[in-house]
């Protein structure tokens, strides 16, 4: 696989400063006693027809951060720039009409096809809505014919589109969920844990068909997963998060064999291996992951952190770049040497 | 006795549950075979609905009825009574008796996939596990309580003593899954099943959890029934594995022989369509068309129509058997046995 050269980088969608911030609220006057800070200060850049893999615990914020990059979620705070051709588009600045237009260049794929279909329209009506809703069609005849070009190139038949989704199994259920997602052919898609709800024998059919589909159509992808070996499979790029902030970006091979945050370290160390005979010395995580509503002071990470010195309490770490492809927000990269994964390849 | 008897914990024979239903019968586990020695794991795999977990919930007479029915086969259980071996064969014994609520909680655990539901949400861990120690064990209330601090503490929750009186929402769901695990053990079973324990947990937690279990089962010489869908969690766990498809058993053996040497053509597919940490990056290969209807199952052999290596006018056919091609390594496919057509 090519390495993405740094020099001719145009990013087709980056990131800046973005923050999400849920406001909680208490008692009968709704009285606001904090913020869940699910998304804090990602600065994040996207190639074309690149994916990026998003790995992290559950309530790091990965899926948030994917919502807030579209919009389905209106950012606290922080710009999220998408590139539309020579233009540059200030996703943060579109409002109405303008946004709603603006949709049809970037869909999600959702981790459960049982509950994000309407269970009450036919695979047309499910597939279609998009090209009605936007204006894109001029006839029944064309609706039907552009939904069954892409039923079919999602790996489903013609037949299909009068049937009702309870009638499909989940990997096909999941495909009409893609066929959805690609009939406004986007350029920018978020998978938001697409194969985690379905059985093993099926996720290769599924991640096969997006990479297939990304190969076709130039699409770009962040793909968020907390399976290290299917976002090993699809990841040009790897960033990992932890409690709403990025702690690590960089190429696949580069995260997995040369971590260089000790959480990523923790991270990898846990993931389960076919390799015979147990691991020895396992940076095994003591503790919860931190409370987004209450978080630790200086490095998030800090509490859990074996490798922890005073700094670590006081300040809170930056994104800072090692190398041109390598970022980590550690005060310590330098001097640690951490384990990453021997992949033997 | 002999000593291989006496290590023995539980031995299944040819058990076949189904489930009778209006649309049709459910062969959700036909025929299966396995047994597990103290201080071993067997680690079940196989997607959903192969009959992994009904097979545990048959041991552990859980399986409603109806619609379900245990139509034929044994579980024998090895206990000590009186210092004294006694065999009793789970599946003659009334699942509401007093003999079977016995055997569940005291001489085999169960933790389940799903500890906020598995745990009663209105009363606290403490009283849940106290509770479960009180039915089994002729003790007094203020030591059940000591003990199930003893377990909590041991399985690795911090400060039991005000933890205990937590409820199940109240803690996280890695600490959820240890005080599963401490109810589970607080009566010292000799067997202990695991269903899915790990797979609503994060990785960091299943690592931990995974050690955990290890460095229990080791204290105590427990036998543990391990079901999972992950292959790379239970090559960690087990010492034997059986993949189950269908309701069947198609590949037994030690877990160095499943990985290294996989034999059923089902086994080999799943191997190769499951993306890996190590290795180099191929493109994955699925397995073709999908899990059939639990109302239809195939006949003959049952992965015939996804098997690349199936013969027709045979596999459809005949049914084949479990046979051992050594070292204890069983596969059920025609392949390997020799057949009259």
């Given at each position: 696989m090519e390495m993405l050269n740094r020099d001719t980088f145009t990013p087709l969608i980056s990131v800046r400063n973005l923050k999400k911030y849920f406001p909680i609220q208490r008692g009968f006057l709704r009285k606001l006693v904090g913020y869940v800070r699910a998304v804090d200060d990602v600065n994040l850049e996207i190639e074309e027809r690149e994916t990026l893999g998003l790995v992290g615990e559950s309530g790091s914020g990965k899926s948030t951060l994917g919502r807030t990059m579209i919009r389905l979620y209106d950012p606290t705070d922080g710009q999220i720039f998408f590139r539309d051709g020579d233009k540059i588009i200030n996703l943060t600045e579109l409002e109405g009409e303008e946004l709603r237009k603006f949709r049809k260049n970037m869909q999600i794929i959702f981790q459960d096809p049982f509950s994000s279909l309407n269970e009450r329209m036919t695979v047309l009506e499910n597939v279609g809505d998009p090209l009605i809703i936007n204006g894109l069609i001029s006839s029944r005849q064309e609706l039907i014919e552009q939904v069954v070009e892409t039923l079919q190139q999602v790996g489903l038949r013609r037949e299909d589109i009068r049937r009702y989704p309870h009638s499909f199994s989940g990997g096909q259920r999941q495909r009409i969920c893609i066929a959805r997602a690609l009939i406004l052919k986007p350029k920018f898609i978020v998978c938001d844990e697409p194969v985690s709800a379905l059985d093993v024998s099926i996720q290769a059919q599924i991640l096969n068909l997006l990479k297939d589909l990304q190969e076709q159509f130039g699409i770009t992808y962040l793909f968020i997963s907390h399976d290290i070996s299917v976002v090993r499979y699809m990841a040009d790029r790897i960033a990992v998060m932890y409690a709403g902030r990025l702690v690590e970006v960089a190429p696949r091979d580069e995260l997995l064999t040369h971590p260089l945050h000790p959480y990523t370290e923790a991270l990898l160390s846990a993931v389960p291996r076919t390799v015979m005979g147990r691991r020895k010395g396992r940076a095994i995580l003591t503790g919860?992951?931190?409370?987004p509503a209450n978080l630790p002071t200086g490095c998030v990470f800090h509490v859990r952190c074996?490798?922890?010195?005073?700094i670590c309490k006081e300040e809170q770490p930056n994104l800072r770049s090692i190398d041109s492809n390598h970022h980590v927000s550690c005060h310590l990269a330098e001097t640690l040497e951490l384990k990453g994964m021997e992949i033997h390849v | 006795m002999s000593l291989e008897l006496t290590e023995r914990v539980i031995e299944v024979n040819n058990l076949k549950t189904y489930f009778y239903l209006d649309i049709g019968v459910v062969k959700a586990v036909d025929g299966v075979d396995f047994s597990v020695d103290r201080g071993k794991t067997l680690g079940i795999i196989g997607e959903s609905g192969c009959g992994k977990s009904v097979t545990v919930h048959t041991i552990m007479r859980l399986i409603q009825s109806p619609p379900g029915k245990i139509v034929d086969g044994s579980i024998k259980l090895y206990r000590f009574r009186n210092n004294e071996l006694e065999v009793v064969d789970i599946t003659k014994l009334d699942p509401k008796g007093k003999e079977m609520r016995n055997i569940r909680g005291k001489e085999i655990g169960m933790v389940f996939q799903e500890p906020m539901t598995a745990f009663s949400p209105m009363y606290t861990i403490g009283d849940q596990i106290v509770e479960a120690i009180l039915t089994h064990e002729n003790i007094d209330k203020k030591k059940a309580r000591e003990r199930a601090i003893e377990f909590l503490r041991r399985v690795g929750i911090p400060r039991p003593e005000r933890t205990i009186d937590a409820y199940p929402f109240q803690l996280s769901g890695g600490m959820r899954q240890r005080a599963m695990i401490a109810m589970a053990l607080s009566c010292y079973p000799r067997l202990l099943i695991a269903d899915e324990?790990?797979?609503?947990?994060?990785v960091t937690v299943q690592a931990q959890i995974l050690d955990l279990l290890q460095e229990l089962q080791e204290e105590m010489k427990l036998a543990i029934i391990f079901i999972t869908h992950n292959l790379a969690v239970v090559s960690e766990i087990a010492d034997d594995i059986a993949v189950m498809y269908l309701g069947k058993i198609v590949e037994f053996g030690k877990k160095e022989e499943i990985f290294n040497h996989p034999l059923h053509p089902y086994t080999v597919a799943l191997f190769r369509s499951i993306p890996k940490v190590e290795g180099k990056l191929e493109r994955l290969v699925p397995i073709y068309g999908n899990v059939p209807s639990s109302y239809q199952i195939p006949e003959g052999c049952s992965f015939h129509p996804r098997c690349e290596s199936a013969i027709r006018g045979i596999c459809n056919v005949t049914l084949p058997d479990l046979i051992d091609v050594g070292n204890g390594h069983k596969v059920r496919c025609l392949i390997y046995q020799k057949v009259e057509v």
């Open positions: 919860d992951p931190p409370d074996r490798y922890t010195r005073d | 324990p790990t797979t609503a947990v994060d």
